[in-house]
């Protein structure tokens, strides 16, 4: 049974820092390219990062270009997202997506982020 669950959400204030982590187990990790996006209330759900399979290639939101990192562990199945410098904007449910080419795509169920003084 394939499955990815999020963990490491919750209330943050501005400036502060969250690492996001994903735990991946029913399916083969290493092949998959592993994103993070985000959907805030009455938006839609958009890419924050992504990580290609071997993890020698990233892209970034230009809005968290510089505050967020992605990396990935194959060994332990799991992607992570750290967040620095959170701003308000940031608050969102924080989704973990798993795809590749030649199968299904898996998302996580969400963690929710919220930035605010």
């Known amino acids: 049974q394939v499955q990815l669950v999020e963990s490491g959400g919750g209330s943050v204030q501005p400036g502060g820092s969250l690492r996001l982590s994903c735990a991946a187990s029913?399916?083969?990790?290493?092949?998959?390219?592993m994103s993070w996006y985000r959907q805030a209330p009455g938006k839609e759900r958009e890419l924050v990062a992504r990580v290609t399979s071997a993890g020698g290639h990233t892209i970034y939101a230009d809005s968290v270009k510089g505050r967020f990192t992605i990396s990935r562990d194959n060994a332990k199945n799991t992607v992570s997202l750290q967040m620095n410098s959170l701003k308000p904007e940031d608050t969102a449910v924080y989704y973990c997506?798993?795809?590749?080419?030649?199968?299904?795509?898996?998302w996580g169920q969400g963690t929710q982020v919220t930035v605010s003084s």
């Open positions: 029913g399916f083969t990790f290493s092949r998959y390219t």
């Open positions: 997506l798993a795809q590749y080419v030649f199968g299904s795509d898996y």
